[in-house]
């Protein structure tokens, strides 16, 4: 029943930075990965960039180099530092968290609602 919220998108120059930000409304030290993926009009969903439980990190070539995927789990909140942006980072950038559920014995997997990066000049 945790919910995500995401916040920090906006409109912003090629060349210039944002930092997203994804909090929960609990503890996020239980999640065993929680990721950012982006949505752009016409293109299927693509992940971003992900981070364990344990701090292990993966990013998509797209973006390797240029975002920066971080958690703080004493703000219970999952970031993702956006530098060097390109036009065509230009999409609806959404956060997800999986933890696993023992009572169904199946993974958990939330949502938040997304937030809107718009790079352009």
């Known amino acids: 029943q945790v919910h995500l919220v995401e916040s920090g998108g906006g409109l912003v120059q090629p060349g210039g930075s944002l930092r997203l930000s994804c909090t929960a409304s609990?503890?996020?030290?239980?999640?065993?990965?929680m990721a950012w993926y982006r949505q752009a009009p016409d293109v299927d969903r693509q992940i971003v960039a992900s981070?364990?439980?344990?701090?292990?990190?993966e990013y998509a070539d797209f973006v390797q180099g240029r975002f920066t995927i971080s958690r703080d789990n004493g703000k219970n909140t999952l970031y993702l530092q956006m530098d060097q942006l390109k036009p065509e980072d230009t999409a609806v950038y959404s956060c997800?968290?999986?933890?696993?559920?023992?009572?169904?014995?199946?993974?958990?997997?939330?949502w938040g609602q997304g937030t809107q990066v718009t790079v352009s000049s």
């Open positions: 609990g503890s996020i030290a239980s999640f065993e990965n």
């Open positions: 997800n968290a999986v933890k696993w559920n023992p009572q169904r014995r199946r993974p958990q997997i939330t």
């Open positions: 981070i364990s439980q344990a701090g292990a990190t």
